[in-house]
């Protein structure tokens, strides 16, 4: 290859700066593009959200610390439960990993920012009024109460007329629509943006990661967005698909749910084993084994979450011979994942483990999915399921795997990124301490529930009698809970700390393989000034000095170099080996997309409300803004 | 770190000594006196083993993979890396899942099978109460199911509102009452005794308050129990008792009770004919003695908020007379 | 020869490499993942309405009739070929024809803005209402849902008549041409199957 010098002088740069700048002040909050602002602010949202719901689990674990407890209304626990589930799903784990992905996909695949990044805005603007309209149940004083995944009847208008049901089914409709806008951009940036040389088999584990939750948004989104909306179109419009006296079914509603259902918890659960899979090799110091077999096993769960959907419906009395094939696929699924347990053993066994924060919460994610990953099979054999569906037992499987093994491979990630994306180390010490902390109340809070449940506690009672051997076991649990708190506290101080007092971060501060490495930390808003040509798997490791691209003469190379960066433009690249295809123009800074989400949060304020003139002037904002988008985009 | 293996192994088998200990309370799915538990708990007891042979073993590969390389050099290995994938990732997994599969469809084969003349019981899931009906023999009662011991049960479960889910944890799993669909549960009581069961699908606001119990008896006693509760109850013999059958009639409740042999024919609350033979009031939320049932006519709200019984304003002496007529109910 | 910039670590710049013929727009790969997601939401309400059938003794319930099939099959037609005029009409932008983008999409939108009023006159004569029972849900859900996206493709029709009108678009540039005429004729292709399942299987015994 020609090498050529084309060294950008200091204020070249600064020109750059200012290209990629964004508005000043508080229109410039609303108006920016960038992927990397628009994830950081993603993931800081979504642990707002975290903190709320955890809080909401505390006041439960207070209630049911005790038997007979009056701390907690039967009312306001059920909102509260419901609250807590819905908020953990849909506005902190789905999100804050959109939110990882935001910012690094486009960094790890070497462009210069997604390739919708309005879209991408917008995303994150319905999610954040989502989020606010779900919550504002809480000022008209009634939250959802019907579980967060809304069973009928129960949910429709004769057993619960309030607003409540309202709060929950228009806002997973709408925050539905974030999810999937944004899978659709994680898809095409994959496609169509990575360096040149980036061919598929190059491509990091947590970017096939992100490909496979994004699919699996894509097709499963769709049966949750129709069952929210039907039960809506039941609630304020007075249809009868759920209505069993006038040929509405209630198992169609469960249908509908759980074929998002399940395959959402492997949404969440994908692109954090992802996470892992750069976590690990980088702090086991070699290659991660078995790359086509951990893609393979990817691309396995996600075929195969599709046909499992069932197994939370074992007791609803469908034939046993169905229901045997739902339980026989549910226990085929066990193998992709043993594919990639044994590929991340192999690897640190492999290599030479350094016992850094983000890798003791790889390893305790490891600890603690071989545990929630048994009891999921125990739960996928049929009539073991009739003991323990809706007990407790259910209630520990899905914390080993849903906080155990999704949130520590965030706070993993957290310890691992957050020096790129803000610049400054956190503390290992503490980080190490919290990481204990969190580890050992995790097992105390969600261990002993696996033993309550066989003592026949089922789930969402908020309340129960002495004497049936429960007692210590719940107390013992939310004690737990709050030390699994503390080391959650500890982490925020942490962070909190690092941004005043923290280590400045060096560009790669754990000498990890992938782009996102390459460029200073925090990035620089366009963050590659020349896109790298990619020859390797491990780019950082293989690649010593970095070769990037210059621009070319023509419409396909202009994008790379330093000429590209100035134009405000990404290179298109194209076919399996990622090959140089066009240059795309990145769009300026605007507020549509904040004014789009907005009017669709209106909107959906007036189906609320039953307020034809709200909804309208929603339809209106959002039709103009639309319109206003579709006539300036690229402006052909 | 090999502490940590050692804790979750301790764990587990605490949870083996908790499990068994607990077999004097009375919700413990392991210990089983049904025939459909029995079966499962087997299930249980194997997997159980699997688990703790699986766990053991992979948890220790983790932490030696962690330690093996930690003075900072990889170390050599026998096992390549292929080798941990397919024989750890893909064919000892592979083995198991198909024992697993094995066992499973044989173990549902052998659940819920119609038995022979079984006993018909049919049970319908209200907010947050049971109705309990026996179609061969008369009987209309609430929260509580009499079976024969030995004899295989068929119960017909239904609902008109919302899913709940019939599960008594010693003698069988779970099936939900569904609206516009009727299941059944076989399965046949081992041993005498009462099992406490509880509704296991979220139904609102009381779902913690909908308990019931299977009261399983020697096949004499159930022939007993079912002739003396087909007849209707005796008239009151107190003073205070007949009085209270005329209040009865004369405030609300008739509206919403039934009493057979009496005017009270009303459907939106449990039938009260064998009231006082029951254990439990408002469906396992409180004992019934005098003074919660005291309590529970004036006040049912303040013992189960949010029940569809309101509270009534009635005088000392309304109360004092519902209590003793109630009671003698039988 | 090595340089360090100061945003990146050690590299060095070389030339880019070898282009290639350029392929679809990032708009029309956006468009054809976004009718991946739309098409599971049919299929969603296609097999609700099937699910509902087979829970059902009777279809349609309540002695309702099945639908005609007489005028509604003139108007399918009529939407499916709906899609010709947007082929010639896309074909003819890609050689740089104005007037034929021009014609094209005008003649589309009329059969379309057609389908769609008709479908407003078969509405205002079913003798059924949506809240009647769960066949008269799906039905209008259904078919309000398509109707809805034969809404927004007429609304998209007019901003790229704008744009034509304007002479924004070009030969090479007319990516708004492209992704219209990919959703226009998704919603035409779904048309075919909800058609075939509310209509035509309705009538099978
Ligand atoms: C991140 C989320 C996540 C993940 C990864 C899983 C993983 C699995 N889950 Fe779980 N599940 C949930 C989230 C998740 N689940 C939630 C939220 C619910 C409840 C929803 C609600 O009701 O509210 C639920 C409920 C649930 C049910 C329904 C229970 C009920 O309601 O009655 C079932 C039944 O089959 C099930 C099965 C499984 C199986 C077989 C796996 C498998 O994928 C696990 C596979 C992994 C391993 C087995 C470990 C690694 C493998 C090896 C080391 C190889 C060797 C191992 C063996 C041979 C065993 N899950
Ligand atoms: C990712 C998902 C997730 C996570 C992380 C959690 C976290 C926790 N969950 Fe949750 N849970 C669910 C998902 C999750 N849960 C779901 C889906 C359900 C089912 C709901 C349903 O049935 O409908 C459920 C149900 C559920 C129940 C059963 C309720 C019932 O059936 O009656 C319980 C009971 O103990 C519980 C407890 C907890 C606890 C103690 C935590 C702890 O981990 C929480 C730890 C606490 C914190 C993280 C707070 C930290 C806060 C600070 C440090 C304060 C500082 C901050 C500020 C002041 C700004 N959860
Ligand atoms: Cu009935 Cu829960
Ligand atoms: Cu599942």
């Known amino acids: ?636 | 770190m090999s502490r940590l293996r050692h804790t979750a192994v301790f764990a587990w088998v605490l949870a083996i000594v908790i499990g068994i200990s607990a077999c004097s309370g009375s919700t413990s799915a392991v210990d089983a006196h049904g025939s459909e538990a029995r079966h499962i708990a087997g299930l249980w007891w194997l997997m159980f083993g699997l688990a703790v042979g699986v766990y053991v073993v992979v948890g220790g590969f983790i932490i030696v993979a962690a330690l093996r390389g930690r003075r900072g050099t990889p170390r050599r290995s026998r096992i390549s890396q292929n080798m941990f994938i397919t024989v750890g990732g893909v064919l000892v997994p592979a083995l198991i899942l198909l024992v697993l599969a094995v066992v499973t469809v044989t173990t549902t084969g052998a659940l819920r099978k119609a038995g022979n003349n079984p006993v018909r019981i049919e049970v319908t899931g209200e907010r947050w109460w049971w109705t309990v009906r026996y179609p061969d023999r008369q009987i209309v009662t609430a929260n509580e199911l009499h079976i024969p011991v030995g004899q295989p049960v068929a119960i017909g479960l239904e609902s008109d509102n919302v899913v709940h889910s019939f599960w008594v944890p010693e003698l069988a799993g779970k099936v939900d009452t569904i609206p516009g669909q009727r299941n059944v549960l076989r399965f046949t009581a081992e041993k005498a005794g009462t099992y406490l069961g509880v509704c296991a699908e979220f139904c609102g606001i009381q779902h913690a308050h909908m308990g019931f119990r299977v009261i399983a008896q020697s096949a004499g006693a159930f022939e007993r129990w079912t002739t003396a509760h087909a007849e209707p109850p005796r008239e009151p013999t107190s003073e205070l008792a007949a009085d209270g059958a005329l209040r009865f009639q004369r405030l609300p409740c008739a509206g919403c009770h039934t009493v057979r042999g009496s005017q009270a024919h009303g459907t939106v609350g449990p039938d009260l004919t064998d009231f006082g033979s029951r254990a439990t009031i408002g469906a396992g939320a409180v004992e019934n003695d005098p003074s919660n049932l005291a309590r529970w006519v004036r006040h049912a709200q303040s013992i189960k908020p949010g029940a569809l019984m309101p509270n009534l304003t009635l005088s000392d002496d309304d109360v004092r007379a519902l209590v003793s007529y109630l009671e003698s109910l039988r | 020869m090595t340089v360090t910039a100061p945003t990146m670590t050690e590299t060095v710049v070389v030339a880019p490499p070898q282009a290639r013929t350029r392929g679809r727009s990032i708009g029309w790969w956006g468009m054809v993942v976004l009718i991946a997601t739309e098409a599971t939401i049919f299929i969603a309400l296609l097999s609700t309405y099937f699910f509902l059938r087979a829970s059902s003794p009777t279809w349609p319930p309540d002695g309702i009739k099945p639908p005609d099939l007489g005028n509604i099959a003139i108007f399918s037609v009529v939407l499916i070929g709906s899609s010709i005029p947007i082929f010639w009409a896309e074909a003819g932008i890609r050689s740089g024809d104005q007037r034929r983008l021009r014609a094209g999409l005008l003649l589309g939108f009329l059969m379309g803005a057609s389908f769609l009023a008709y479908q407003g006159y078969e509405y205002s004569h079913l003798d059924f209402r949506w809240t009647d029972n769960a066949y008269s849900s799906i039905f209008y859900a259904t078919t309000g849902l398509h109707g809805l996206h034969v809404l927004v493709g007429l609304l998209m029709s007019l901003v790229v008549q704008a744009k034509a009108w304007s002479r924004k678009l070009s030969a090479d540039h007319h990516v708004s041409m492209e992704v219209f005429s990919l959703y226009w004729h998704f919603v035409d292709g779904v048309w075919l199957f909800v058609f075939t399942s509310l209509y035509l299987t309705a009538h099978l015994r």
């Open chain 1, 1 to 636: 290859m020609a090498t050529t010098q084309i060294r950008p002088a200091s204020e070249e740069l600064e020109e750059l700066e200012e290209v990629w700048e964004d508005d000043p002040g508080i229109p410039g909050f609303f108006s920016t593009v960038d992927h990397k602002r628009i994830g950081k602010r993603y993931i800081y949202t979504c642990f707002i959200f975290f903190f709320v719901g955890g809080l909401i689990a505390l006041a439960m674990r207070v209630q049911l610390a005790t038997p007979n407890s009056t701390f907690l209304s039967a009312d306001s626990y059920n909102e509260l439960f419901t609250v807590h589930g819905t908020t953990m799903i849909f506005l902190f784990n789905t999100p804050v990993l959109a939110g990882f992905g935001n910012y690094l996909l486009p960094m790890m695949i070497g462009t210069r920012d997604m390739a919708f990044p309005r879209l991408n805005a917008f995303s994150y603007w319905v999610f954040v009024f989502a989020g606010i309209f779900f919550f504002s149940s809480f000022l008209i004083g009634s939250p959802p109460d019907g579980g967060w995944f809304a069973y009928t009847p129960l949910t429709t208008k004769p057993f619960s007329p309030g607003f409540n049901l309202d709060f929950w089914g228009l806002g997973v409709a709408f925050v539905g629509i974030s999810t999937t806008v944004g899978a659709i951009n994680f898809i095409v940036t994959t496609f169509k943006l990575r360096a040149p040389g980036m061919s598929l088999n190059r491509l990091p584990v947590y970017v096939w990661s992100m490909l496979v939750f994004s699919f699996m948004v894509i097709f499963a989104v769709p049966a949750v967005t129709v069952a929210a909306g039907l039960l809506e179109l039941d609630r304020i419009f007075g249809t009868a698909f759920f209505a069993p006296g006038a040929g509405g079914s209630t198992l169609l509603y469960q249908h509908l749910f759980w074929f998002w259902g399940h395959p959402e918890v492997y949404i969440l659960f994908v692109p954090a084993t992802g996470m892992i899979s750069m976590i690990i090799p980088v702090f086991s110091r070699r290659p991660i084994a078995g790359y086509l077999w951990i893609v393979t096993a990817l691309v396995a769960i996600g075929f195969m979450s599709f046909g499992v959907w069932v197994h939370h419906m074992f007791a609803t009395g469908m034939p046993a011979l169905a229901l045997s094939f739902f339980a026989a696929v549910s226990l085929l699924i066990a193998v992709p994942s043993g594919v990639q347990f044994f590929a991340w053993i192999a690897t640190m066994w492999h290599g030479a483990v350094r016992f850094t924060t983000p890798m003791l919460f790889a390893i305790g994610f490891l600890l603690i999915f071989l545990l929630g990953g048994i009891t999921g099979v125990m739960v996928a054999v049929l009539p073991f399921d009739w003991q323990a569906t809706d007990s407790y037992f259910i209630v520990a499987h899905f914390h080993y795997v849903l906080n155990g093994a999704v949130v520590f491979p965030i706070f993993g990630a957290l310890y691992f990124w957050l020096p790129k994306i803000t610049g400054r180390m956190l503390n290992e010490r503490l980080g190490r301490v919290s990481f204990w902390t969190m580890f050992v109340g995790f097992n105390v809070t969600f261990f002993p529930m696996h033993i309550l449940g066989f003592l026949g506690m089922p789930r969402r009672v908020y309340t129960y009698s002495s004497g049936l051997g429960w007692d210590t076991l719940n107390l013992l649990i939310s004690v737990g809970a709050f030390v699994f708190a503390l080391g959650v506290l500890l982490t925020l101080i942490n962070f909190v700390v690092s941004q005043r007092r923290g280590e400045r971060a060096p560009d790669n501060p754990w000498n990890a393989d992938s782009l996102e490495w390459a460029t200073t930390s925090p990035p620089p808003d366009f963050n590659f000034e020349a896109i790298p040509v990619v020859a390797s798997r491990h780019p950082l490791w293989d690649q010593q000095p970095l070769p990037v691209a210059d621009s070319g003469p023509d419409d396909a190379t202009q994008g790379f170099g330093f000429a590209g960066a100035h134009d405000h433009t990404t290179p298109i690249t194209g076919g399996l080996r990622s090959v140089p295809e066009g240059t795309m123009r990145i769009p300026e800074p605007t507020v549509l997309p904040c004014v789009l989400a907005f009017g669709l949060a209106v909107f959906v304020v007036g189906l609320l409300a039953q307020a034809l003139i709200v909804g309208v002037a929603g339809l209106v904002i959002g039709a103009v803004g639309l319109v206003w988008w579709a006539w300036r985009t690229g402006e052909h």
